[in-house]
C-alpha cells in the first residue's frame, strides 16, 4: 500500500480511531505494560545486536577468497630491448621536481639508461654541476619510463638488483594511465625519499569511494592513512609501509629481490623477497616460475582487499612508470628530518656526487595474466 493513497489512508485512519484507547498507557493493564516492556527489550536487543555484528564484520570477519588463479606469462622486459618497451617522458615533471626528464638521446649521450643481457640501468646524471655546459641550476637530468602497453589486472613480478635512495631523490616503481589520472587509478609499489632507511612505501590513489579503514587485511607492513581518494590531505593515498630492509640501502646488501603485486578483482596485494633471504624477510618464493601462485606465499607486505572498494571501477588501463625524481613536495616535506644538508635544490644543482647510489638495477620484468578457469 501505498502512503500516498488517499483512499487508503482515509480508511485506515479510520481503522486506527475506532481503537484509539488502547494506545493510550493510562488505559493499560498490568498484562499490557509487561507484554510492552517486554517487547521494547527485545527490539533494543535486535536491533543494537545487528549494529554490533556489522561491525564485528566489516573489522573482522569479511575478507575475499584470494584463492589460487592460474597465471600465464603475458609479458617480459628484459635483456637488450629492456628499454624498447617504454616511452620516454620528457615534459615539466607533473610532480613538481627540480629535474629534465629526458629523451631517449639524452639518455643516450648521458649514459642514464643502458641495458645489457641481464640487467637495466636507470639513473640520475652525476656529472653536470657548476661550470658544466648545460649545468644543473635548473634541475638535473633523470628518467622517467612509461610502458607502451597498459595492462588490466594480472600478477606483476620486477626483478630489482638495487634500489636508488641519497638525500634529493624521489624514485619509485609504479602503475597508473598517465592520460587518465586518478580515474583509472594509481597503484605504487616501491617509492621512498631521501636516505630511503625507513622501509619501503606502497599506496594506492584513487577517485572518491575506496578505502581500507573497518577493513580486514592480512599483511606485514604498517598501514597509514586509509582512505586512497587522492583529495583526502593532498593525495596522500592509502599507504602501507614495509621494514626497513624492504627498500633503500638495507635491500640493496642483500642483493636486492623480487617485488610482486597481484592486482585481481578480490584486492591488490605487494610483496618483496630479498634475493638472499636475509634481515628476517621472507626468502624467494619457488614459485616465481612459469606459473607463479601467490596463494602460497604467505602474508603480503601490503594488502588492499576490496571490501570496501570496488576496485574494477577505480583501476583500469595500467602502465608502468619507473622514475627518479629530484626534490618535490614529498622530498622536502622531510628534508631536515631525513638529516639532508643544505636544502634540495642546492644539493641538487651543484652536488652531482651526491647522486652515485641514485639508480635502479633491474632484472627482468614479467607480466602475467589469469586464464579464465
Ligand atoms: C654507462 O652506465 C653503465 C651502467 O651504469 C656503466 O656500466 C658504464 O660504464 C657507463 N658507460 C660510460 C661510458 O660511462
Ligand atoms: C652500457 O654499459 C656497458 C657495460 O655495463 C658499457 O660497456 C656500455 O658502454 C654502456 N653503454 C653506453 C651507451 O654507455
Ligand atoms: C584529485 O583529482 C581531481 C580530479 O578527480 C583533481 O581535480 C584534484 O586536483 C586532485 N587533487 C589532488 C590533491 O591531487
Ligand atoms: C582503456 O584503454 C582502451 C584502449 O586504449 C580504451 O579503449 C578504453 O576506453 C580505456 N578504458 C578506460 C576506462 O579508460
Ligand atoms: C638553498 O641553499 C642555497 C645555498 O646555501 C641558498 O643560496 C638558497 O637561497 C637556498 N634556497 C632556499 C629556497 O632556501
Ligand atoms: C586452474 O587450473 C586447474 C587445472 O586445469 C583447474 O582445475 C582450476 O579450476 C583452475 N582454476 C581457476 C581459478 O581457473
Request: with cysteine.
Amino acid at each position: 500500500m501505498k502512503h500516498n493513497d488517499p483512499v487508503v489512508s482515509t480508511r485506515e485512519t479510520e481503522y486506527w480511531s475506532s481503537f484509539r484507547s488502547p494506545w493510550d498507557p493510562r488505559g493499560w493493564s498490568r498484562r499490557i505494560w509487561i507484554i510492552a516492556v517486554t517487547a521494547i527489550i527485545v527490539v533494543v536487543a535486535v536491533v543494537v545486536g545487528a549494529v554490533v555484528g556489522t561491525t564485528a564484520r566489516n573489522s573482522g570477519n569479511s575478507y575475499p577468497d584470494y584463492s589460487k588463479l592460474n597465471y600465464t606469462l603475458i609479458d617480459t622486459y628484459s635483456g637488450t630491448s629492456f628499454f624498447d618497451k617504454f616511452d620516454y617522458f620528457h615534459d615539466y615533471d607533473p610532480a613538481g621536481g627540480f629535474i629534465h626528464y629526458v629523451d631517449p638521446d639524452y639518455a643516450r649521450t648521458y649514459n642514464l639508461t643502458n641495458a645489457t643481457q641481464t640487467t637495466a640501468i636507470v639513473k640520475v646524471d652525476t656529472t653536470v654541476g657548476p661550470g658544466s655546459e648545460p649545468d644543473a641550476s635548473t634541475g638535473r637530468f633523470s628518467v622517467r619510463l612509461e610502458s607502451k602497453a597498459q595492462y588490466g589486472p594480472g600478477l606483476f613480478l620486477f626483478d630489482v638488483k638495487h634500489t636508488p635512495y641519497g638525500c634529493g631523490t624521489w624514485p619509485a616503481l609504479w602503475l597508473t594511465d598517465p592520460n587518465n589520472w586518478p580515474t583509472n587509478g594509481e597503484i605504487d609499489i616501491m617509492e621512498a625519499v631521501n636516505q630511503a632507511l625507513n622501509g619501503n612505501l606502497v599506496a594506492l590513489h584513487t577517485t572518491d569511494g575506496c578505502t581500507m579503514s573497518d577493513v580486514r587485511r592480512e599483511m606485514s607492513g604498517t598501514a597509514g592513512q586509509e582512505d586512497c581518494h587522492n583529495a583526502t590531505n593532498s593525495n596522500t593515498g592509502c599507504t602501507v609501509t614495509g621494514a626497513p630492509a624492504t627498500y633503500g640501502p638495507e635491500f640493496n646488501a642483500a642483493g636486492g629481490g623480487i617485488v610482486a603485486l597481484e592486482w585481481r578483482n578480490e584486492g591488490i596485494r605487494s610483496w618483496i623477497f630479498p634475493r638472499n633471504g636475509q634481515n628476517g624477510l621472507t626468502a624467494l618464493p619457488a614459485s616465481t616460475g612459469p606459473a607463479p601462485d601467490p596463494s602460497t606465499w604467505g602474508p603480503p607486505l601490503a594488502d588492499f582487499p576490496s571490501t570496501s572498494c570496488d576496485l574494477g571501477s577505480h583501476f583500469r588501463n595500467q602502465s608502468i612508470i619507473v622514475n627518479i625524481d629530484l626534490c618535490g613536495y614529498f622530498t622536502e616535506a622531510v628534508w631536515a628530518s631525513s638529516g639532508c644538508p643544505s636544502n634540495c635544490t642546492d644539493l641538487v644543482a651543484n652536488n652531482p656526487s651526491a647522486f652515485t647510489n641514485a639508480y635502479w638495477e633491474f632484472g627482468a620484468f614479467q607480466v602475467y595474466r589469469a586464464l579464465q578457469g
